[in-house]
């Protein structure tokens, strides 16, 4: 089981910019794909931002793409999460997440069998 942490969330206003973190355990991170999630209040949970083993691949949500940039260090077992440009409708509990099986591409929650604890991110108007 990996374990994940989460951390760099905060209030900002709009237009600002935040750099989430998540640490993982175990000596095998640089084999797993990690994934950003974010869910607010009153809705459903929903897929940001991933990147694979090597960090050479990443994909975004459309509402995110542009902003948002994904990027790993798995010398410091570390996955990133740099927010731009941020607007309220960004604001959520933001999750990290791991998979530790290849697959090509996953997005959805299902795919990702670890879960941070999450940080919270509110855009003020």
């Known amino acids: 089981q990996v374990q994940l942490v989460e951390s760099g969330g905060g209030l900002v206003q709009a237009g600002g910019s935040l750099r989430l973190s998540c640490a993982a355990s175990g000596r095998t991170f640089r084999n797993y794909a990690m994934g950003w999630f974010r869910q607010a209040p009153g809705k459903e949970r929903e897929f940001v931002a991933a990147v694979n083993w090597r960090g050479e691949i990443t994909y975004y949500a459309d509402s995110v793409k542009g902003r948002f940039t994904i990027s790993r260090d798995n010398a410091k077992n570390t996955v990133y999460l740099q927010m731009n440009n941020l607007k309220p409708e960004d604001t959520a509990l933001y999750y990290c997440?791991?998979?530790?099986?290849?697959?090509?591409?996953?997005?959805?929650?299902?795919?990702?069998?670890?879960w941070g604890q999450g940080t919270q991110v509110t855009v003020s108007s």
């Open positions: 997440a791991a998979r530790t099986r290849y697959m090509e591409y996953p997005r959805a929650g299902s795919d990702f069998g670890s």
